[in-house]
């Protein structure tokens, strides 16, 4: 009998405190109202970085590990387990792996993760310019920003990001200043003026408009200017005597300078020598270039090819005219001296010089076109 007592007293000595240790462990797991398995644990995650982080346990989303805070996620169950951190920003459709590590989960122990401070930082990107942008890192491209858009990326602390213009030319050339996962805004913001290289290939001044019709600058011949635009897209116009020979649309860029040859129709030039007693008017093609005065040499510049060229003289009423038509080359200058005839009951006006002409054919017209007034004046003196 003192045998099974003593025996009974010892079984009761060692039942009792894995009694007292399961209970303690019931009440733990009853702080939080919840109920744990025993073979369960927990992970705890320090991420000290300026931005929160998705926790990924064996392929799953578990939680966030909050921005400069420590942070406690589970239950899960015991074992080796892989756990990544992530930066993921739907917004911005950005998602980034930034740390890995394997830990072992343990119902006695929680396993701890240390992130750390991270040497990255987060690149936000945005492009003012009305061209697109490729972004090259560190000599790599990654991706290309588009006009008036944004990119967003993860890059090293220190690293080089330049942005290209679609031409090649470096837009944009800077290193990343941030770390610990801080947000770093670039904008590629262009300059409010630019030059655009304008050449005047031909022997005459020319005159550069803008859209308004303002003028700009005189290019003398044979130059090249620099016009500064506002930068943006432009629209210039060359004009040659009033006349608007050439135009263009063109990119007054801040990030390289575009060129603008103006391209004039070829000219030719014509003299002409007025050999009468009246000023006359010089028309080519019916466009009046300019007068003549009596006894006096004009050169005019007209389109090359075929010409038709007329000059007309007045004396009171009556009109005369005569006609010349022209083929020049390019360069080429030809002659006319037209011979005007009024008559006033003594002839036609006198002329000096013998007309001198490089045309290919002409003709002469008289518009005789006199008043009655005239035509009594003329019968008085053939009858005196």
């Avoid at 629209?235 to 300078?257: C, E, H, M, N, W």
């Avoid at 009423?317 to 005007?340: A, I, K, M, N, Y």
């Avoid at 036609?348 to 017209?365: G, K, L, M, Q, V």
Wanted: with cysteine; glycine share 8%.
């Amino acid at each position: 009998m003192r045998r099974t007592l003593t025996a009974l007293a010892i079984l009761f000595a060692l039942a009792l405190p894995a009694s007292a240790s399961a209970d303690h462990r019931d009440r733990a797991n009853e702080r939080d109202g919840r109920q744990y398995d025993s073979a369960q644990g927990f992970l705890t995650v320090n991420n000290p970085n300026l931005s929160d982080l998705q926790i990924v346990l064996n392929g799953e989303y578990v939680g966030e590990a909050a921005a400069q805070q420590t942070t406690r996620l589970g239950p899960f169950p015991s074992g080796r387990a892989d756990v990544t951190a992530l930066f993921v920003c739907s917004k911005r459709e950005l998602e980034e792996e930034v740390a890995f590590e394997q830990v072992r989960i343990d119902r006695r122990h929680p396993a701890r993760m240390h992130i750390g401070y991270l040497d990255l930082a987060i690149v936000e990107l945005s492009n003012d310019w009305i061209e697109p942008m490729t972004v090259m890192l560190d000599g790599k491209g990654i991706g290309t920003m588009p006009a008036r858009g944004h990119l967003d990326f993860i890059a090293p602390s220190g690293s080089n990001i330049v942005l290209k213009t679609p031409h090649g030319t470096a837009a944009m050339n800077t290193r990343v200043q941030g770390r610990g996962l801080q947000s770093q805004p670039l904008a590629l913001v262009p300059a409010p003026s630019a030059t655009v290289l304008v050449t005047n290939p031909s022997n005459r001044s020319v005159e550069l408009l803008d859209r308004k019709g303002r003028v700009l600058c005189v290019l003398r011949p044979r130059s090249t200017e620099r016009v500064s635009l506002p930068s943006g897209r432009a629209r210039l116009v060359a004009s040659y005597r009033g006349s608007k020979i050439d135009r263009t649309r063109i990119i007054a860029s801040p990030f390289r300078q575009n060129k603008w040859r103006v391209d004039l129709p070829p000219m030719s030039q014509v003299s002409v020598r007025n050999n009468n007693r009246v000023t006359v008017d010089v028309f080519a093609d019916g466009r009046l270039l300019g007068r003549v005065e009596p006894r006096d040499t004009r050169t005019f510049e007209v389109d090359s090819g075929r010409v038709e060229m007329r000059v007309e003289g007045r004396r009171g009423r009556s009109v005369q005219s005569e006609v010349l038509v022209l083929s020049l080359s390019p360069d080429e200058r030809g002659w006319f001296s037209p011979r005007l005839a009024f008559n006033d009951g003594r002839g036609a006006s006198e002329c000096e010089y013998p007309t001198r002409t490089t045309s290919s054919s002409h003709r002469h017209h008289y518009s005789n076109s006199w008043s009655q007034g005239w035509r009594r004046s003329w019968r008085r003196s053939s009858w005196r």
